[in-house]
Nanobody
Framework: QVQLVESGGGLVRPGGALNLSCAAS????????MGWIRQAPGKEREFAAA????????YYADSIKGRFTISRDNDHGTVYLAMKNLRPEDTAVYYC??????????????????WGQGTLVTVSP
């Protein structure tokens, strides 16, 4: 079973950029679809981005499409989320997740293998 640890969160001004990383250990990382799910203050968790096991296919929530980029490095067991043009409404705890199925299962937050502990992103002037 895979363990996930996020890093890279912090405080950034609106319009700024931030890069998140998720380090995986154990399991079979290169066979898993991976993704990012976020939870804003006072709101339910929502899907943000997902990537297929090979990195060949990516999927994004409409609210972040064109601003965030998900990528992965299977040789180092790491998934990334490059965030730009950040808005106050992007403020949330961001969780890294793994799926033995595909990106659609990540988007549905269904039958996920593991969740990281989360990393807090705060966008504020």
């Amino acid at each position: 079973q895979v363990q996930l640890v996020e890093s890279g969160g912090g405080l950034v001004r609106p319009g700024g950029a931030l890069n998140l990383s998720c380090a995986a250990s154990g399991g079979s990382f290169s066979t898993y679809a991976m993704g990012w799910i976020r939870q804003a203050p006072g709101k339910e968790r929502e899907f943000a981005a997902a990537i297929s096991w090979s990195g060949g296919s990516t999927y994004y929530a409409d609210s972040i499409k064109g601003r965030f980029t998900i990528s992965r490095d299977n040789d180092h067991g790491t998934v990334y989320l490059a965030m730009k043009n950040l808005r106050p409404e992007d403020t949330a705890v961001y969780y890294c997740v793994a799926s033995e199925w595909g990106p659609s299962q990540v988007a549905e937050m269904n039958a996920l293998l593991a969740w990281g502990q989360g990393t807090l992103v705060t966008v504020s002037p």
